[in-house]
């Protein structure tokens, strides 16, 4: 840890400058199955274990600071429309942009993606980030909303489409073979992790949602603070049993840390232990690489593959009489002030899609510009023409100048657009 933050939270990882925990980490693409192309564009799962001496902390993010929904009931859809064509079994790009057109509050992620900063140049080149809104708690029972950031320490560092279309032709495996060969020379990636951190009161009045996956923070608001560092040094042994059988879920936490009301996150805690039951099993939280390395109390016995010691001959229910490990109040989370958010909503009630999404347009240099565009009219270029006008007119509610940029290289009048957008 390299800056103090005890006094936001009770977590003793977070108790002194100068404290080191172990830690694994596994990045992926989020739409290609395994062994697709590397250099895809598509977001980077950016997916953390740390082994605190009080329990892991998981933390699921991504390489992008937002996500494509803020609704988890639409989460099933968005990922349909990326994924197969259920006739052809083709990736489809019409299905994309009908999705995106027809549920604009992907504009700011999709903006994101489309941008330079979509097709990282190694996995060491990117940023990771929670995205979601998460808190801290401190032992006086007073809560902050926070957001972590992991800043490369090597320069952000991009492909272009037509630079990642060759290496793809040449090398599937390039980033991970990248990373591999980084940290078995010794040339450790590390990131700087930082902290946006919000008062609980804030989030009443904030002119954002503060729960709202498809925003960020403005830095002005919220200056980002340095935290700690992280390191990626040793290789795994074994890719099977430490990669592929990790299982992350955000439900992961030590005491002092917590989620918030972001519904994303909400799912994200019930169906990632869900999926992880389904894939691995339902010891899975005991194999090797999601054990926690510190003492493990739990009342949770037996099921398929219970490969270790089952817990010996231990008690197994709880209230017991014979010493069996007890909930600890000292470590109870304040209550949540936030009254109705448990309530289903509409999405798209009182939300507006497109500041955030041309705040980042305008904040790109001329260069950048043109690759957004490039890159969006590219991927647009199949569609049929009636999908183009929509998303066409999405873009210029974020930035008159964006649509009319993307409507230009796609050989569209932006006339044809503005009259159609509300
Ligand atoms: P800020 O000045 O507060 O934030 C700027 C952030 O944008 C920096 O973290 C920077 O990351 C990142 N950034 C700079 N250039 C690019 C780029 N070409 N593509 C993507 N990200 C870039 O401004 P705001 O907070 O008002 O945000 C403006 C826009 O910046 C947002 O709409 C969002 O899309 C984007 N952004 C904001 C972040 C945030 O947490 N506020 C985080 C990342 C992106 P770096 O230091 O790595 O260059």
Redesign the pocket.
Known sequence: MTGDISRYTRARLFSKVGNTCEMFGRFSTVAGEMGTADTARDPRGFALKFYTEEGNWDLVGNN???FFVRDPLKFSDFIHSQKRDPATGLRDNTMQWDFWSLSPEPL?QV??LF???GIPATLRNM?G?SSHTYSLWNNAGERYWV?W?F??MHG?KTLTNEEAAKIAGEDLDYHRRDLHAAIGHGDFPKWKVQL?IMPEKDAETYRIHPFDLTK??????YP?IDVAIMELNRNPQNYFSEVEQAAFEPGNMPPGMSASPDKMLQARLLSYPDAHRYRIGINYAALPVNKPHCPVNTYHRDGQTRFDGNSGGTVNYQPNSFDGPLDDPRVKEPPLKINGDADRYNHRDGNEDYS??G??YR???AD?QSQLVGNLAGALKTVPRFIQLRQIGHFYKADPRYGSQVAARLGIKIDEVIGKVA
């Open positions: 992008t600071p937002v700011h903006t994101t941008s330079d900063r940023n980030y957001k950031h800043k490369t952000i946006q960020v923070w403005p830095h002005r608001d980002p955030q999404a705040d980042l904040l790109m240099d950048q």
